[in-house]
């Protein structure tokens, strides 16, 4: 499963890796991976992520989600 998350918030690099982080910590996934300039993160996993939890963890470090889209 990929996942494709807009997110209002993050400014640098440093905001990427706190994102990143957080979804390493709280989803079994196999990649993650941050853009701000894009303001898109993409996380790649085995299982199915529950959208409102990532939703509530990325808010969690002071980022907006705008949309969560899901590619099998």
């Not at 991976?33 to 299982?47: P, Q």
């Not at 939890?53 to 907006?64: A, H, P, S």
């Amino acid at each position: 499963m990929e996942y494709n998350v807009k997110i209002e918030g993050m400014m640098c690099g440093m905001c990427e890796a706190h994102v990143n982080d957080a979804i390493r910590n709280n989803f079994d996934v196999k990649k993650v991976k941050s853009s701000h300039k894009k303001g898109l993160t993409t996380i790649k996993a085995a299982s199915d992520i529950d959208t409102e939890k990532l939703k509530e963890v990325i808010k969690n470090e002071g980022y907006t989600v705008l949309e969560v889209s899901v590619m099998a």
